[in-house]
């Protein structure tokens, strides 16, 4: 028996989801137009949006799941009107990036967050950065916080943060995730089928969801592997508590049907008084794409103003 579980032990361990691999050119990490150059010198896009005359702050934004950098075309103008300018790019896998499709694991990402924010100090000497993530990017922010080399923010903002772990999901999904992830890391899954399942609502702005669903560079089909990587990013989230943070803003839908509300308030009372919490009423989970977004966008343009005064 012993001998059995030894072998199932090295066959799941040989069948474990591989990761998208870095690039190989070590670089400084650098903002043109329309690339940020990371430090292993792959090359992801990026758009910004750049404030009306001199940049009172620059946010990085960092988009969810099956998205990318256009996430930020709607707050991004408003935002620029205001005197921040906003700079987006195409997480790795996602987008236009590198390897699209493919999970790039979460240290990547946390570095490329670092690269991102390190790129824009240099770029904008003198003006706070913040860091803004969006669902899988709130969970990416989060943990970079928490790392033993968070970036050097003055302030993080979280929008619908993926926090779902393991521990909040039912057993059967846990099960079936991890003998796909370990057996068929590679099996494509439409993000359609969830909704044949269960009906999830993301957002009640419908024209801006069917322009998403029309949208070549948003990711209609996930792998398998890809799932279980965003599982393992958000177990580290849902877990993380910056010891020494920066000012941290947590938005929240109360209609939020893509992360639940129990691990969104358990990591809300975990962080305590190192986080500033809004709730809406009638949000969703793509908050600053909502009906309702500009006056989202508005409150996190008002917090970054009053949090660099």
């Not at 090359?43 to 988009?63: M, T």
């Not at 796909?180 to 609502?201: E, G, Q, R, W, Y």
Request: with cysteine.
């Amino acid at each position: 028996m012993q001998r059995f579980s030894l072998a199932l032990v090295l066959l799941l361990g040989a069948c474990a989801p591989g990761l998208a691999p870095r690039g190989t050119e070590p670089a400084t990490p650098m903002l043109s137009d329309d690339v940020l150059t990371t430090r292993d010198g792959l090359h992801l896009p990026l758009r910004r949006w750049e404030a009306d005359g001199a940049p009172k702050a620059v946010i990085v934004a960092l988009h969810g799941m099956s998205d990318y950098s256009n996430a930020f075309a709607m707050p991004g103008p408003i935002w620029a009107r205001q005197g921040i300018t906003t700079i987006a790019y195409d997480q790795r896998g996602f987008g236009q990036s590198p390897n699209r499709g493919k999970w790039a694991g979460a240290d990547a990402m946390r570095d490329d967050l670092n690269d991102a924010v390190a790129a824009a100090r240099a770029r904008y000497p003198g003006v706070p950065v913040y860091a803004l993530g969006e669902s899988m990017g709130g969970a990416v922010v989060l943990t970079a916080l928490a790392s033993a080399a968070p970036p050097a923010v003055n302030g993080a903002i979280l929008v619908a943060p993926a926090v779902w772990s393991r521990a909040d999901m039912p057993l059967t999904y846990r099960a079936a995730l991890f003998f796909t992830a370990h057996f068929l890391p590679d099996m494509v899954l439409p993000n359609s089928a969830a909704s044949k399942v269960v009906t999830i609502i993301p957002s009640d702005n419908l024209p801006m969801l069917r322009a998403m669903s029309r949208d070549p560079l948003v990711q209609k089909e996930t792998r398998t592997g890809s799932l279980y990587g965003l599982v393992n990013l958000m177990d580290e989230a849902r877990n993380a508590n910056p010891a020494s943070p920066p000012p941290i803003l947590l938005l929240t839908g109360e209609h939020d049907q893509v992360i639940p509300k129990k691990p969104t308030d358990a990591v809300i009372a975990a962080l305590g008084a190192k986080v500033e919490v809004k709730r809406y009423p009638n949000g969703y989970h793509m908050l600053l794409r909502d009906l309702e977004g500009e006056s989202v966008d508005n409150d996190v343009s008002q917090w970054i103003l009053r949090a660099r005064n």
